[in-house]
């Protein structure tokens, strides 16, 4: 905790992360609170230019703007962190048992880990989209399985770094149980590793769920940026006029700031957290 | 779904459309025979007679191969190929007299042997429903003198004139005959007809094609001496920028501020029709319980603020659809049908009175048994995503709890195939093309209680646009007794009494229909018009070859290039 507020002194970039991050969560959690009206009601014409009544104005449909920003930050922050979870999960698990067991597994866990980072992410992320119609457990789903590897890899590593460190085996040597090994030793010292990796893996989550809703294999239906920006550009209208300015300016923008303040958070724990970084230099 | 990427080209549009958009390459000039550029559609098969695919490739392989009769502006048919045609007096056969001298591309006269193995031709073989130019009903082809046939119906049929000698491509025995595998024929002699063009150039995806004219065509040389095919994401924005001569909005209707650049500036002129596409929702009665419900039906309709749906989403360029599904401007609109304007509390009224009560003030309805009244509503993603919004708040507003969903389009055939969903909004027309004011014939498509598999009918019926779970005998009987009625004033009470009963027990409802808007550019071609009732089979769109050929809109006579 205290490397953590030292890094956070010595890097702005961590800070200004942070706070991104904080905001869009807190808009998040009181999105009913700020947005004037439900995301998906109609309330008012279509196209309607930015009033007091509606600040973004309205879309197609004649739903408000600004509110489907505001709830498309339920979203976007839902897939950075169910997708995170996953990759956390599988990442870590992979890794660890990878690290430790060594021999055979290890073996064949890599070979694994080597399958899952020669598929084609993005074709096939489109082709079971495609295959199963748009959802959003699903995009979650296969962003998770597309990111795994990487994390797996670093976890990996670490946990052989750590092993050739004699405490893991002085542990085992005083009769320590593998569990408490994990628990006690290895956890701790992965978990920077593995943060600061996340992170970016947070931040790749949000941009592949928007390109696949950009691309027009999201639900269409749903509340999202990816989505809005799909839905704008689709618009004949677009660029007649001034639609644009808000219909589409402010999703991306949103996007472009949630992506920021992941790799902001993530470039800003680097130097201390990933023991790679600071060799390289 | 269509990426529009564009921002070179709109800025450019704007700034074309304000200069005055020259054009390059397209337009007449003085005294030349205009070059015509329009619009390519992917995927429309090779332009022989057997082998194009749906509405869009029917009328590319129209400017090759003819019919015995074909239609101008005023919707009349024309002797096309055949220079007579009589109904016979029992109603089972049209006596047709070829015009003389008629020769196909490669110099071998047609004769009245070519017509008669064209039907023989078509007997032989199995077709996909994207051809929609096949015959059907005919009992046989005859020979009754030089030049002179008999084509007998099966059973008689009002539609006949339209749905065969207005349609089917004749097409040349001494190739043909040689010939297994039409559908899989990709050879140039597959190109050979009467027609008034010729291919000229195709690219290898077949996207982009150029058709020149054939001066020796039996009307005369064509007014319009070379149509291209080009491709284009946004067809309006390529119409601005000058990369074609005429384009047409979207069939799933425009607003006002699209159209807007077009109507203001002189050099372009926009042409429409109304109703020639449709929004159908559909209930699956063959799920049962409330979809079975002809109350609950009814509530949802009243449920439903379709004037205000046109209004939002097309600045008015729509109308709401009639219960009885044939649009006020349908010559056999009957009027008097029941309606169901929107009347939430008219709604509401229905749905307490079915026994589908709500559980608190403003809370969800349960079924009578006292399960959740909650419905899903499939669209394909190719409609406007703010219909189906619209659609569910409005039956949400009364109650009705809806889950939308939005799937592909051949998913929702899918499921449409197996009655497989409780409410589906499709478009319509299908595959076949023939939109909301074509033949009565329509009708059976929807309505009939046989599915569209079993029950061919001239005009293809499809099941995608199938009244779920909808059988009346009643409507059955009527909708054979429509198709052989000629006497025009009988077809009309028959297809009236059809509207009557199906507009009473509404299995699906016509949301609205759009008005189809055509944009040219005057300088290189304005002959441009809606055929009354389509052209072919009934295909709703401009592309009609008769003002190509003749330069005008009405009439065989072909414009003195002079003139223009």
């Given at each position: 905790m205290r490397s953590f507020l030292s890094s956070l002194r010595h890097s702005p970039l961590l800070a200004i992360g942070i706070a991104i991050v904080m905001v869009l969560v807190v808009i998040a959690a009181l999105a009913p609170v700020i947005a004037p009206y439900d995301p998906i009601a109609i309330t008012g014409n279509s196209f309607e230019t930015p009033s007091s009544a509606h600040l973004l104005g309205t879309n197609d449909a004649g739903a408000d703007i600004f509110s489907r920003l505001v709830w498309g930050t339920r979203t976007s922050l839902a897939v950075a962190v169910f997708a995170t979870t996953l990759v956390l999960a599988i990442g870590v698990l992979v890794g660890l048992v990878a690290g430790l067991?060594?021999?055979?597994?290890?073996?064949?866990?890599?070979r694994l880990v080597d399958v899952f980072l020669a598929l084609p992410g993005l074709p096939l992320l489109i082709f079971v989209a495609a295959l199963v119609g748009p959802s959003l457990g699903v995009s979650i789903l296969m962003i998770g399985l597309a990111l795994w590897p990487q994390t797996a890899r670093i976890v990996r590593s670490q946990t052989l770094s750590l092993r050739t460190r004699g405490f893991v085996d002085s542990a085992r040597g005083f009769g320590a149980g593998p569990l408490y090994v994990i628990r006690r030793h290895l956890l701790p010292a992965l978990g920077p590793v593995v943060a600061s990796n996340l992170v970016f893996v947070a931040g790749a989550a949000v941009t592949i769920e928007a390109g696949l809703a950009f691309i027009g294999l999201g639900d269409p239906i749903a509340v999202g940026w990816g989505t809005m920006l799909n839905r704008a550009l689709e618009n004949p209208q677009i660029y007649l006029g001034s639609l644009w300015l808000w219909w589409l300016l402010p999703a991306g923008l949103a996007l472009t700031l949630a992506v920021l303040g992941f790799t902001f958070i993530g470039v800003g724990l680097e130097p201390r957290f990933n023991p790679r970084w600071s060799r390289s230099l | 779904m269509k990426r529009r990427t564009f921002l070179q080209g709109l800025a450019g549009a704007s700034g074309a459309v304000l200069l005055g958009g020259c054009s390059s390459g397209g337009g007449a000039g003085a005294g030349g025979r205009p070059t015509v550029r329009v619009l390519s559609w992917t995927s429309l098969g090779y332009p022989s007679p057997f082998a194009y695919t749906a509405g869009p490739g029917y009328w590319r392989m129209s400017l090759?191969?003819?019919?015995?009769?074909?239609?101008?502006?005023?919707?009349?048919?024309?002797?096309?190929?055949?220079?007579?045609?009589?109904?016979?007096?029992?109603?089972?056969?049209?006596?047709?007299?070829?015009?003389?001298?008629?020769?196909?591309?490669?110099?071998?006269?047609?004769?009245?042997?070519?017509?008669?193995?064209?039907?023989?031709y078509y007997a032989t073989q199995t077709f996909t429903p994207f051809l929609i130019g096949v015959p059907r009903n005919v009992a046989g082809v005859e020979e009754t003198g030089e030049r002179r046939l008999r084509l007998r119906m099966e059973e008689p049929d009002a539609t006949f004139l339209q749905s065969v000698l207005g349609t089917v491509p004749i097409v040349p025995e001494h190739i043909w005959s040689q010939i297994s595998n039409p559908m899989a024929e990709m050879s140039p002699q597959a190109l050979i007809g009467t027609g008034p063009y010729r291919l000229n150039s195709r690219d290898e995806s077949g996207d982009a094609e150029s058709y020149v004219a054939r001066d020796d065509y039996f009307l005369g040389a064509p007014y319009v001496r070379r149509i291209e095919m080009v491709p284009a994401d946004n067809p309006l924005t390529a119409l601005a920028v000058?990369?074609?001569?005429?384009?047409?909005?979207?069939?799933?209707?425009?607003?006002?501020?699209v159209l807007e650049p077009f109507r203001s500036n002189d050099q372009f002129g926009v042409v429409s029709s109304d109703a020639g596409f449709g929004f159908p929702l559909f209930f699956n009665l063959r799920r049962g319980g409330a979809l079975a419900d002809l109350r609950f039906r009814r509530a949802c309709i009243h449920a439903l603020n379709r004037t205000d749906m046109v209004t939002r989403l097309l600045t008015g360029n729509g109308q709401v659809g009639s219960a009885g599904f044939l649009p006020p401007t349908h010559e056999f609109y009957n009027p008097d049908v029941a309606q169901y304007p929107y009347d939430p509390a008219e709604a509401e009224r229905l749905l307490d009175e079915g026994g589908y009560r709500r559980s608190g003030p403003g809370g969800a309805r349960t079924n009578p048994d006292g399960t959740p009244l909650r419905l899903t509503l499939n669209l394909p993603d190719v409609i406007p995503t703010a219909l189906a919004e619209l659609t569910a708040a409005n039956l949400r507003d009364v109650g009705i709890g809806i889950d939308l969903e939005v799937i592909d389009v051949i998913r929702l055939f899918g499921l449409k195939l197996n009655d497989n969903f409780d409410l589906a909004i499709?478009?319509?027309?299908?595959?076949?093309?023939?939109?909301?004011?074509g033949d009565p014939e329509i009708l059976r498509g929807v309505y009939h209680s046989l599915p569209a598999g079993q029950d061919p009918t001239p005009v293809t019926g499809n099941q995608l646009h199938k009244a779920a779970g909808y059988a009346n005998a009643e409507v059955d009987r009527l909708l054979a007794e429509q198709r052989a009625a000629y006497d025009i004033e009988e077809r009309k009470r028959l297809v009236g009494e059809i509207q009557q009963i199906v507009a009473e027990e509404v299995p699906t409802i016509m949301l609205y229909t759009t008005t189809l808007f055509f944009a040219y550019r005057k300088r290189a071609f304005d002959q441009w018009y809606y055929t009354p009732g389509g052209f072919g089979p009934g295909l709703p769109d401009v592309y009609n070859k008769h003002p190509?050929?003749?330069g005008r809109q009405t009439g065989l006579a072909i414009r003195d290039v002079q003139d223009s």
């Open positions: 067991r060594g021999g055979i597994i290890d073996t064949l866990l890599m | 090759l191969f003819d019919t015995l009769v074909w239609k101008d502006a005023t919707g009349q048919f024309l002797p096309w190929l055949a220079s007579a045609f009589v109904l016979a007096d029992d109603g089972l056969s049209y006596d047709v007299e070829l015009r003389p001298d008629l020769r196909w591309a490669d110099g071998r006269p047609v004769t009245a042997r070519d017509v008669a193995f064209t039907f023989e000058g990369e074609l001569d005429a384009a047409g909005a979207s069939e799933a209707g425009e607003r006002d501020e499709t478009t319509f027309p299908g595959p076949s093309g023939i939109g909301p004011n190509y050929i003749t």
